[in-house]
């Protein structure tokens, strides 16, 4: 079993759609975790944050993370043509002081289409 | 505010060739790291480094070296290039762990040939 499962897409929504990317994860050590947004072409940028379990929300991006179930999520509301990227969740944590190490997944193509 | 800078943008190497993929970082972050991204499988650790003068291997070191003389620089030196160390390159800095704070360059396309 992989470290981080992402699911690779792609995914394609209408403008306006409400936009659900996911990851699980096995190693139970992790407690951060990241989404980033890669645009093509460019790095990736962080996009939300989220240390442990919880939800976390900035603006049309909600993040939730259930540590009891190995499993991450990002939300996009109101979706915009802007938001076509590639999307990578990314977590770290653990003993030996390796928690500024990210394990990333493979990433999930979004497209909004207009 | 330049942030993380990679040079060279665009490379083509032939097999058994060597160079050195660049990175500076000017904002003193002591965490710096190497990436590489194929398509379709998310970013795999090469090497990083804690702080100047201390480096160590990540996921998927063989082919590769680094060094890391000074806070701000962080080359990463490819001896006798493969046709698998084709794809694209990331170098990041960060300043806390925790993972918070990384910054990405914006990344060297190498193609070996």
Not at chain 2, 63 to 89: C, H, I, K, M
Request: net charge positive.
């Amino acid at each position: 079993q992989k470290e981080v499962e992402q699911d690779p897409g792609p995914l394609s929504v209408p403008e306006g759609a409400i936009v659900s990317l996911n990851c699980t994860y096995s190693n139970s050590a992790f407690q951060y975790f990241m989404w980033y947004r890669q645009y093509s072409r460019k790095g990736p940028e962080l996009l939300m944050y989220t240390y442990s379990s919880g939800n976390k929300e900035d603006g049309r991006f909600t993040a939730q993370v259930d540590k009891s179930s190995k499993y991450i999520s990002l939300f996009i509301r109101d979706s915009q043509p802007s938001d076509s990227a590639t999307y990578l969740c990314a977590m770290s944590g653990g003993s030996g002081g390796s928690n500024y190490k990210l394990t990333f997944g493979k990433g999930t193509l979004l497209t909004v289409n207009p | 505010n330049a942030g993380v800078t990679q040079t060279p943008k665009f490379r083509i190497l032939k097999i058994g060739q060597s160079m050195t993929l660049q990175c500076t970082q000017d904002m003193n972050h002591n965490y710096m790291y190497w990436y590489r991204q194929d398509p379709g499988m998310g970013l795999k650790l090469i090497y990083y480094s804690v702080g100047a003068g201390i480096t160590d291997k990540g996921e998927v070191p063989n082919g590769y070296n680094v060094s890391r003389s000074t806070t701000e620089d962080f080359p990463l030196r490819l001896e006798l290039a493969a046709p698998s160390q084709t794809s694209v390159y990331f170098c990041a800095s960060s300043y806390s762990t925790g993972g918070y704070g990384y910054t990405f360059g914006s990344g060297t396309r190498l193609t070996v040939v």
